[in-house]
């Protein structure tokens, strides 16, 4: 025998079948928190990061802190995606949202430890688990009604059949509400995916862990590879291109800060994006649920059939 092999020998001997070493002491394999761009997870470009500690100063994990290219990579994905996503049916839709329901059901053990180790409470953080998953559930229902309640027939005085029914934006970059984990990042992606549009979407810094958990549920529900797409890092440094980027048909913020709602609305009228704030500072009240969030985020097409006479 060699010396390399009885050197590996002499240390595989010092792990006991249980994955510990002699000393009995386990190195715990600890979780990295990626970006999700394109049904992946890569790390960000930049390779920057930021620090996310607890409470009492303890380290959670180290934060992706994602960068312009990050973001024109995400939007390529989801231009890139959203014309397959917009083409299926209204039920295949309704089947995905509830499919990622059921998978965020199966984790919600996960989803409350991580939100209690962000400072929830146990309570809180149960009641946030339960009502995101009820949320998908709502949105996920509404998948085939909505453009039978919104769409129309239009009476015209010549000859033709006129008729006006929703479509989709297209791309939406979504900056989630920066005080919630989860419920604020569901409510704001679920109205707009169930649509038909496809979406990049900016966790919050301050809670960013379950949105990246989010992710994997995302992963492993039949969400097409670039339809969601969720970045980790700084509003301040991401929001103008959020707005300003031409490839992106509707900006949806989440906040109250009147510099930032300023400057969104300023960017966006470049390419006559629409820009939507929702000022809300309590996502886990029921009108933060309704159709017309869907419509938010929707086109009206009218259209004009001939008929004989």
């Not at 400072?119 to 339960?130: D, K, L, W």
């Not at 969601?228 to 959020?242: A, D, K, M």
């Not at 994006?273 to 500072?281: C, F, Q, S, V």
Request: aromatic share 8%; with cysteine; proline share 4%.
């Amino acid at each position: 025998m060699d010396q390399i092999e009885k050197t590996k020998t002499e240390e595989q001997s010092k792990v006991h079948s249980n994955g510990q070493s002699s000393k009995g002491k386990r190195l715990d394999v600890m979780k990295t928190y990626k970006l999700f761009i394109d049904g992946k997870f890569p790390r960000t470009e930049s390779g920057r990061y930021y620090v996310l500690n607890n409470s009492e100063g303890e380290l959670l994990a180290n934060i992706c802190q994602s960068s312009r290219k990050d973001f024109r990579e995400a939007i390529v994905a989801a231009r890139k995606a959203q014309h397959g996503w917009a083409s299926k049916s209204a039920y295949n839709k309704g089947q995905i949202l509830y499919r990622i329901a059921e998978m965020l059901e199966s984790r919600r053990a996960q989803f409350i430890d991580e939100l209690i180790s962000q400072g929830y409470s146990s309570a809180s953080a149960q009641a946030e688990v339960n009502l995101s998953v009820d949320r998908l559930v709502y949105y996920a229902g509404w998948s085939d009604k909505y453009q039978q309640v919104f769409s129309s027939v239009n009476p015209v005085e010549s000859s033709h059949f006129n008729f006006s029914v929703p479509e989709p934006t297209g791309v939406v970059a979504i900056l989630s509400p920066e005080e919630y984990g989860l419920i604020g990042i569901v409510s704001a992606l679920a109205p707009a995916i169930v649509g038909g549009n496809t979406v990049v979407i900016l966790a919050s810094s301050e809670k960013p862990l379950t949105s990246i958990t989010f992710a994997e549920v995302l992963h492993s529900s039949d969400v097409p590879a670039g339809v969601v797409n969720i970045l980790t890092g700084y509003r301040s440094e991401l929001l103008p291109h959020f707005a300003n980027h031409m490839d992106v048909n509707a900006v949806v913020y989440c906040g109250n800060n009147a510099a930032e709602i300023t400057s969104i609305q300023e960017l966006a009228s470049l390419n006559v994006k629409r820009p939507l704030i929702y000022t809300e500072n309590n996502w886990m009240k029921e009108e933060s649920q309704n159709p017309y969030r869907i419509m938010d985020l929707q086109e009206i097409k009218t259209t004009w059939h001939p008929i004989g006479q």
